[in-house]
């Protein structure tokens, strides 16, 4: 079956890079089509989608955060990883990866989600 | 950035009722790049409707999507309490991907 599920730090200082692991299995990126997804939600507020990698490494960003975001895979390992340089408080929220199926953007199976405070 | 705009805020209803969840783009979606999703406290979202109208898989067919363009229904025919929770529509027309800001349902 298909699951997710991301990795990091759960707490990181202002100015500080954030770097999360999503560790997946039950599916394959070198899939035609396959897409993994960031998507994040500050405490008791709405989703907001980050960015996301295809399985021919082309990658695609919010443009409100895309001067500062990189999301990058390592297929052997069945991992895409997200780096948040500049971290401040605002970015306190729950990071999840979630995957798009092959050939659609909407989000059909999620990780369990990490919540990343950041504070001095 | 396509803009959505989930309406009401908060739906409070009894077990048994009819819900009806209203979801509206600043622009046109299509008819095919709409999905819902269902969020309980603490868990992580769910996928209920992609396609504007095609149930997810184990999605029981008390939950029903309509809609085209701008406008958009999220339909649950009859509330079990397990339905209650925060749905969230999401377009994906456009990149970037966006969300609406959630409607509440909860208990009466």
Redesign the interface.
Known sequence: QVTLKESGPALVKPAQTLTLTCTFSGFSLTTSGMRVNWIRQPPGKALEWLGRIDWDDETYYSPSLKTSLTISKDTSKNQVVLTMPNMDPVDTATYYCARSPAGSRYFDYWGQGTLVTVSS | ?IVLTQAPGTLSLSPGERATLSCRASQSVDSS?L?W?QQKAGQ????LI??TSSR?TGIPDRFSGSGSGTDFTLTISRLEPEDFAVY?C?Q?RN????????TNLEIK
């Open positions: 950035e790049y999905a999703y992580s979202p769910r996928l992609h396609d997810a969230y999401q994906y990149s970037p991907y966006t969300f609406g800001q959630g």
